[in-house]
């Protein structure tokens, strides 16, 4: 119990009651300038008529969607790929964990200039194939597959990162003892790794899942959440609220919204997946 | 367990008291002292620019070396922050009750602050100490009363490729939409859009038109919205009716700091600011020495140039009113505005310096220089940070979705009047 | 106490050192990994050597429709001159002395705490580790204020009084940019994760030998989690490195600053200089691509000696 007492209380301090403040003010009115002022649900009452905010609702899942479940899938292919005795497979680990150590604000500009319509590097190469790309990211149809991809490019490193520790940590004997049973290693995936990853599979789903949930770098760069809030997700919506608009109260609200959902997914993953505690 | 519960609790009790207290005292911020008293005292200046280590000596060697100078009893510690952060910065320094002595800050923001008294009133004496355009320090005021002093402007004009209309015989630039409209097609040839709206903010550029077309963004006691009427419906219609054209295309819009269709040659009008002309000088210096660049100020029922830029006032809560104010007065003289509006390639806000080389050489610089009295100015409410939000969400369906411009104006509306509403 | 419930059929023994590759014949699947390995990895890296040629070429050339990929002249001088345009070398010793920091004191606290709620059983432990998953889903947006307010009101500190008056409390200090972001509750749940999946054997056999809780984690069970150490080092790290918000928004003299900041100096309101840019996070990038491939040596340690020793 003592062992946690020093990550509670730190956690407690400076989360803790930050939520907690957060949670009071969601039900007031509060523009830093003068006192927040009590205004019970109006926040929430506000939030049902902001169109903006019910469309970053729906791309905020939508991008999740399709970031997680791909990036993971990736994330554990590349892991198991590059846990073998690969000659090279340093190099081949940093290309792929890249994307994770650069300023999400400095790459994102790199892919603005990719994305470019006319001189960008992904037009260039679709226009050698004889494709005459589109304008990535202000098309409303296109603006949110590009930015999924740089989602999932930019995560694929972690999730391979914490695939490849988990992978470090299985114990050889199974698999052993498995080769001598005559188990193929298809078999040997499905019955020995993938059950032993669960914790691993457990904590990149669930922080994959939050951090998608909380994207805001590369939509600050790449699209202001345009064309016509094509693209805007929650956090963005969140920021806005907070510091563009000063209503911090308002924020407050969108940000228990973002919470309650996420919490929703959490339990659900949990179920679906049986509980946390490896194979047991 | 029992104990760390405890401890857990005694937490988050005392963070709280602390959290609301930190509230609390934030906003107590009273009316300012008299700046009337001997300019003395440490003093903290907020500044979004004068970046790096240019601007830094720029700002702390020759702007404030004078000031030292004249005021050897002040001391100023600066804290440079960045235009995208700035509003993080006079959000936390805000609610923490230590908001900076002298802030330097955006058009627009001047009413909102000034009317949650955050920031001190300035004595009128200031309006006449140079030789101000009057439209020039209408974002300074609110009420009427004057809060801010500029120190760098930003306009938004119409940039032109000489060549382009050479080639098409065009020999005037356009002075009304019908114009606009017209060269803007007949330019529209060889793969290049006639003219280019869309690559700087579509706010500004709606307002640059809205005004431009004679309609206004607020009544005069910032209460009510009037770009509600035909004249702004018309401002977007505008836009539509170019796309439709095939004159105009979002989709060829491009990234703030990237080549932008002028100076590539893809386009041959495009809506930008002032500021384009060092980005010019430093990617394509072959247009400017041939000449091929142009700009004029957009206009149909009247000419207008939006003027946007960095202004400087002085926080209600300071500790040395008159220390604060003696420099919000030196960070706006010719002398420092000039070396600010260098560094960055804006324009200085004063006709006095419309004779200085840095001036003639910047032909942008100098058009909005000597169209000062046609620049408009965004704002005039006290409820404008949230509003100025929502325009570009709520525009933007109009020109790339099929929503029509009426209803897209409609809705703005709405969203404003809540706004206010909630003020 | 009573562990969890995790089953090893297997007691770990010594590992063989690995395999090497490169020792049998090559076959075909192993060709063909290899070639796909090699296009996802450049699809992986072409933003950077596109980062990295532009950081070499003009302003000119960057802007030019038909200039070629790389550089006709290669401007190395660009470096020399970002490198002038901010106290960079400052800055990256603050960021530097704050990422170290928050490394050191997450991968301690972080690990204890992962440590308790995978493998001792108290009351509340279930509780208290749905809290720290909870804590991840609160938006650094809505955190920033209140935490800013917590430092700023910091009592005793700054010339604050004890209930946090007066003063400035930890703002414009090491405190403020080091202690708020130490520990994450990312790490603390990582490392439950890790400490889940050890067999109990090793924990029995440690218990019977007289050994107290915090020795079995120190000298038993921590050893075992070697690459979630690695990787809890280098993401915290790295996050660290790359923080650009808290730092501005809490400190006030440009001598605590760090080196994201510095970057900012590129990219303004009126213009991006790109080839400073990209020289300037190239640069500020070129640390951590090393620290990745020192630290990723440990895998294959934490591998070889996954046993008792």
Redesign the interface.
Same mark, same amino acid.
């Given at each position: 119990m003592l062992m946690v007492a020093p990550a509670l209380l730190h956690a407690s301090l400076w989360i803790g009651l930050p939520v907690l403040a957060a949670v009071v003010l969601a039900f007031t009115k509060y523009d830093v300038l003068t006192a927040p002022q009590f205004v019970g649900l109006d926040n929430f009452r506000d939030m049902l008529d902001d169109a903006v905010f019910r469309k970053s609702i729906v791309n905020t899942v939508v991008y999740t969607f399709f970031t997680v479940p791909f990036g993971m899938l990736l994330g554990l292919l590349l892991a198991m790929a590059l846990h073998t005795g690969l000659k090279a497979r340093g190099i081949f680990r940093t290309a792929v964990f890249l994307p994770q150590v650069t300023a999400t604000v400095a790459i994102a500009l790199v892919w603005l200039w990719i994305y470019n319509p006319g001189n960008g590097l992904f037009n260039a190469l679709l226009s050698f194939i004889g494709i005459d790309g589109p304008a990535w990211l202000s098309s409303t149809s296109w603006a949110m597959p590009s930015v999924i991809l740089v989602g999932i490019w930019q995560g694929i490193g972690m999730k391979m990162l914490i695939y490849l520790a988990a992978l470090q940590s299985l114990p050889r004997e199974l698999y052993e003892a498995a080769s001598v049973d005559g188990a193929s290693k298809v078999r040997q995936f499905f019955s020995i790794t993938l059950p032993l990853l669960k914790p691993a599979t457990f904590f990149v789903l669930i922080t994959s899942m939050i951090s998608a949930f909380q994207s805001f770098d590369q939509i600050y760069i790449l699209t202001d959440g345009g064309p016509a809030n094509s693209t805007t997700m929650m956090t963005y919506e969140i920021y806005k609220s907070a510091f563009r608009e000063f209503r911090v109260g308002y924020a407050c609200a969108q940000s228990l919204v973002l919470f309650v959902l996420l919490m929703g997914f959490t339990l659900v993953n949990r179920r679906i997946m049986g509980g946390t505690r490896g194979h047991s | 367990?029992e104990l760390?519960r405890r401890?857990?609790l005694a937490?988050?009790g005392? @963070?709280?008291?602390?959290?609301?207290?930190?509230?609390?005292? @934030?906003?107590g911020t009273s009316a300012a002292g008299s700046a009337d008293g001997p300019a003395e005292g440490e003093i903290?200046l907020l500044t979004?620019i004068y970046?790096?280590?240019?601007g830094?000596k720029l700002l702390e060697g020759d702007i404030l070396g004078g000031f030292r100078k004249k005021y050897p009893d002040v001391k100023v510690?600066?804290?440079?922050?960045?235009?995208?952060?700035l509003?993080?910065?006079i959000?936390?320094g805000?609610?923490?009750?230590?908001l900076p002595d002298v802030l330097m800050m955006g058009v627009g923001w001047i009413p909102?602050?000034a009317a949650? @008294?955050?920031i001190a009133e300035l004595p009128e004496k200031l309006a006449e100490t140079h030789d101000y355009e009057k439209r020039v320090l209408e974002p300074s005021r609110h009420d009427g009363k004057l809060y801010a002093l500029p120190v760098v402007l930003?306009t938004r004009i119409v940039v032109y490729r000489k060549d382009h209309f050479a080639e098409a015989g065009i020999r005037k630039t356009p002075a009304n939409w019908s114009e606009l409209r017209a060269v803007a097609k007949q330019l529209t040839t060889k793969g290049r859009v006639g003219f280019d709206p869309f690559s700087i903010n579509l706010r500004q550029c709606w307002e640059t038109f809205l005004f431009a077309n004679g309609g206004q963004l607020f009544s005069a006691d910032g209460k009510k919205p009037l770009f509600t009427d035909a004249r702004g419906v018309e401002s977007l219609q505008f836009f539509k009716d170019l796309v439709a054209d095939g004159s105009a295309d979002?989709?060829?819009?491009?990234?703030?700091?990237?080549?932008s269709n002028v100076?590539?040659g893809?386009g041959s009008m495009m809506m930008t600011?002032s500021?384009l002309w060092?980005?010019v000088k430093?990617?394509?210096?072959e247009l400017i020495e041939q000449d091929k660049l142009g700009a004029f100020v957009l206009a149909n029922r009247r000419p207008a140039m939006l003027q946007g830029g960095t202004l400087v006032s002085q926080s209600a809560s300071s500790k040395h009113p008159a220390a604060a104010r003696a420099l919000v007065e030196w960070l706006a003289t010719p002398e420092s505005i000039l070396g600010a509006a260098q560094q960055? @390639?804006?324009v200085p806000g004063l006709r006095d310096l419309s004779d200085t080389p840095y001036v003639k050489e910047n032909q942008f610089v100098d058009l909005s220089l000597k169209n000062l009295q046609h620049a408009v100015s965004e704002g005039g409410t006290a409820a404008w940070?949230?509003i100025?939000?929502k325009i570009?969400?709520t525009l933007?369906?109009a020109?790339?979705?099929d929503q029509s411009a009426k209803d897209a104006i409609a809705e703005l509306g709405r969203l404003a009047e809540?706004a206010i509403g909630?003020m | 106490m009573a562990t969890v419930d995790t089953r090893k059929p297997v007691a770990p023994s010594t590992a063989k050192p690995r395999e090497r590759g490169g020792r049998r014949p090559v076959s075909p699947g192993r060709i063909a990994l290899y070639i796909t390995l090699s296009v996802i990895s450049l699809l992986m890296v072409v933003p950077f050597v596109w980062m990295v040629i532009t950081s070499l070429k003009s302003p000119v050339e960057i802007a030019s429709q038909d200039a070629g990929l790389l550089p006709s002249s290669w401007q190395f001088s660009n470096y020399v001159d970002a490198f002038e345009a901010a106290p960079f070398a400052t800055y990256a010793r603050n960021s530097f002395i704050i990422a170290i920091s928050h490394t050191v004191l997450n991968v301690l606290v972080a690990s204890m705490a992962g440590y308790a709620l995978a493998r001792i059983r108290f009351r509340g432990s279930e509780v208290i580790f749905y809290l720290f998953i909870a804590a991840l889903m609160i938006p650094t947006y809505t955190k920033v204020l209140p935490e800013f307010l917590i430092v700023r009101f910091m009592p005793l500190a700054g010339g604050n009084d004890i209930l946090g008056q007066g003063g400035s409390g930890w703002l414009d200090t090491w405190w403020a940019l080091i202690i708020p972001g130490a520990v994450t509750p990312f790490a603390v749940f990582l490392f439950r994760q890790f400490y889940l999946d050890l067999p109990v054997e090793l924990e029995e056999a440690a218990r019977l030998d007289g050994l107290g809780e915090f020795r079995i984690y120190a000298r038993i069970m921590t050893p075992q989690v070697k690459p979630a150490l690695t990787t809890v080092a280098l993401l915290t790290f790295e996050s660290s490195w790359n923080n650009f918000l808290w730092p501005l928004l809490v400190t006030r003299t440009d001598s605590l600053r760090v080196i994201q900041v510095g970057l900012s100096v590129f990219k303004t309101e009126n213009g991006t200089q790109w080839h400073f840019l990209m020289a300037g996070t190239t640069l500020a990038t070129l640390p951590m691509v090393l620290l990745f491939l020192i630290g990723q040596r440990y895998f294959v340690q934490g591998f070889a000696t996954a046993g008792l020793k």
């Open positions: - | 367990m760390n401890s857990l937490a988050i005392a @963070g709280t008291a602390a959290a609301l207290t930190g509230c609390g005292t @934030g906003t903290t979004p970046e790096g280590a240019k830094k510690n600066v804290d440079y922050t960045t235009y995208d952060q509003n993080e910065k959000t936390t805000l609610a923490g009750g230590l909102p602050f949650k @008294g955050a930003d979002y989709s060829r819009k491009t990234d703030t700091g990237a080549p100076q590539t893809q600011t500021a060092v980005q430093e990617q394509n210096p960055r @390639g804006s940070m949230e100025r939000e570009v969400p933007e369906p020109i790339v979705g809540a909630r | -």
